[in-house]
C-alpha cells in the first residue's frame, strides 16, 4: 500500500500540493482527475519519491520513505509520465531499453533478460520485430508501450501514469486502457492514473480523487456514475467534458 500523509510542496510562493492524504490500495485502480495546474504532477512526483515533500510523509507498506530506503521504493513505484518520445533515450533501441532495468535492478543474466524482454513485450502488445528499431524510429503508441513495459520491467507494486493517454487519439487510448485493465488482472500490481479525461476515469477506476488547488476535494469509492459526485466543483468537471464531448460531434 503506497500513501501519503498531510503532504504539502511549495514553489516559492505557490503551494502546489497543499496537506494531501491520499492511500493508493494494493491491487486496484486509483484515479486522481483535476484542472491542468491542480498539482497532481507534483504528487506523482513525491508519491514516486523523485521529490521530497516539504512536510508530511509518503509510506510504502506502512514504512516512511526516507534516504534508506528511496532506491527499493523508485524500483517499486513507477512514472510512467505524459510524453513518452522525452523520458525515453531517442538513440537507443527498444531492447535496450527494456534491458537495463533487467540488468541495473533486477540483475538478471543475459538469456534470462532475453526471456523477459520477449514476454514483457508480449504483454504491452509491442511488435517484437521492432526490438532493434532505436526509439526515434518507433510510433508514439509504440513508445508508449514500450515506456509502459520499462515500469513493469522493475517488477514494481505501483505504477502511476501521469496523463500518459493524453496525447493518443481515442481508438488507441482505449486499446492501451483496455491492455491495462487485462495486465491488472494477471499482475499484482497498482495503477494510479492521472487524467482529466473523466471517461477514462470512470472505466478504469476502483477509487477517484478529485483535485483542485493542491487540495483533494473529494473522493468516490467504487464509482458507478459521474452522478455519485457531490461537490459542485466536480459536477462542474462533468458538465465541461460533456460539453466537450458534445462539441465534438458537431
Ligand atoms: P498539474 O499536474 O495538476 O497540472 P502541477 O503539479 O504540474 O499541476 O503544478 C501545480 C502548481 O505548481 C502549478 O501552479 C505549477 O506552476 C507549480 N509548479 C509545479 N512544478 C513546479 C516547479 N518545478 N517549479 C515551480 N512551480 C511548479
Ligand atoms: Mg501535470
Redesign the pocket.
Given at each position: 500500500m503506497l500513501k501519503a500523509e498531510n503532504i504539502t510542496k511549495r514553489?516559492g510562493f505557490?503551494t502546489?500540493v497543499d496537506d494531501i492524504s491520499i492511500t493508493i490500495s494494493d491491487d486496484s485502480v486509483t484515479v486522481i482527475v483535476?484542472e491542468?495546474?491542480?498539482?497532481?504532477?507534483?504528487l506523482a512526483r513525491m508519491l514516486s519519491y523523485i521529490e521530497r515533500p516539504d512536510t508530511g510523509r509518503i509510506l510504502l507498506d506502512g514504512t516512511s520513505i526516507g534516504r534508506r530506503t528511496a532506491k527499493a521504493t523508485r524500483r517499486n513505484v513507477q512514472l510512467v509520465m505524459q510524453d513518452a518520445a522525452s523520458s525515453l533515450d531517442p538513440h537507443q533501441t527498444a531492447e535496450q531499453v527494456l534491458d537495463e532495468p533487467l540488468k541495473l535492478l533486477l540483475k538478471m543474466g543475459r538469456p534470462q533478460r532475453r526471456e523477459r524482454i520477449s514476454e514483457l513485450t508480449d504483454m504491452v502488445h509491442f511488435p517484437r520485430d521492432r526490438l532493434k528499431n532505436k526509439v526515434s524510429e518507433l510510433s508514439g503508441g509504440q513508445q508508449k508501450r514500450l515506456c509502459i513495459a520499462r515500469a513493469l520491467a522493475a517488477e514494481p507494486q505501483h505504477i502511476i501514469f501521469d496523463e500518459s493517454f493524453s496525447g493518443l487519439d481515442v481508438t488507441l487510448r482505449k486499446q492501451i486502457l483496455s491492455m491495462l485493465k487485462e495486465l491488472r488482472k494477471k499482475l499484482h500490481i497498482s495503477f494510479l492514473i492521472i487524467t482529466h479525461d473523466l471517461d477514462t476515469a470512470m472505466y478504469m477506476a476502483d477509487r477517484i480523487y478529485v483535485m483542485r488547488f493542491g487540495k483533494v476535494i473529494e473522493t468516490l469509492e467504487r464509482p458507478t456514475s459521474f452522478l455519485d459526485l457531490k461537490e459542485d466543483y466536480s459536477k462542474e468537471l462533468v458538465k465541461a467534458a460533456e460539453y466537450k464531448r458534445q462539441a465534438l460531434y458537431i
Open positions: 514553489y505557490q502546489a483535476g491542468s495546474g491542480s498539482g497532481k504532477s507534483t
